[in-house]
């Protein structure tokens, strides 16, 4: 079964254009993670935010947790024709084990 | 520094047939988890190794088997395959025994006909 849903499934902007994809999961958690995969090849760990953390920023990436909705946000400045790929959250599910969503494909038009 | 590494990178079987995918984790990992991620989907664990020993599994049949080795690299093997193990099956490694962050090898992509 899949823990975290992310929305939308698919993304489609201009380049320069910000990015916003959200995940939303059902059971507590103590930490979210978000990946990117290129073209159905392996991933790419972006950032980890913890169940106390509110905020975490990256580079580029700017990541949010409300744990109180149980959701979490991904947002990609300035995006790049680069930044085009599948985003993934995932959750854990007991002590190793983390369940990943079905992902957003974003798409940046050059 | 060698990143994940797995082999093959693309395999055809039929059904019914066995397959074994290998896995070499990242310079200092010492932990690999298996994940089978079919086509427009998440990766879904299958199971992970640490010191040796598969610590947790995913929802999958008794036909999914691993093994580690000592210098901790892996195989994944699927006996009687269906054609619903065509996927791509990625290999995740980190330290520790964490989970937290890992790297992940390109995958190796199974098509059974």
């Known amino acids: ?110 | 520094d060698a990143g994940v590494t797995q082999s093959p990178t693309h395999l055809i079987k039929t059904r019914g047939q066995q397959v074994t995918l290998r896995c070499s984790p990242k310079s200092g990992h010492d932990t690999v988890s298996w994940y089978q991620q079919a086509l427009g989907q998440g990766p879904q664990f299958i199971f992970q190794y640490y010191e040796e020993e598969e610590r947790q599994r995913g929802n999958f049949p008794d036909r999914f088997s691993g093994h580690q080795f000592p210098n901790y690299s892996s195989e994944l093997n699927v006996n009687a395959l269906l054609l619903g193990d065509s996927a791509l099956y990625l290999c995740a490694s980190s330290w520790g025994g964490s989970t937290e962050t890992q790297y992940f090898g390109p995958g190796t992509r199974l098509l059974v006909l």
């Open chain 1, 1 to 110: 079964s899949q823990q975290g849903e992310e929305d939308p499934q698919a993304l489609s902007i201009q380049e320069g254009e910000n990015a916003t994809m959200n995940c939303s999961y059902k059971t507590s958690i103590n930490n979210l993670q978000w990946y990117r995969q290129n073209s159905g090849r392996g991933l790419v760990h972006l950032i980890l935010i913890r169940s106390n953390e509110r905020e975490k920023h990256s580079g580029r990436l700017r990541v949010t947790l409300d744990t109180s909705k149980k959701s979490s946000s991904l947002l990609i400045t300035a995006s790049r024709a680069a930044d085009t790929a599948s985003y993934f959250c995932a959750t854990p599910s007991g002590t190793y084990k983390y369940i990943f969503g079905t992902g957003t494909r974003l798409k940046v038009l050059a």
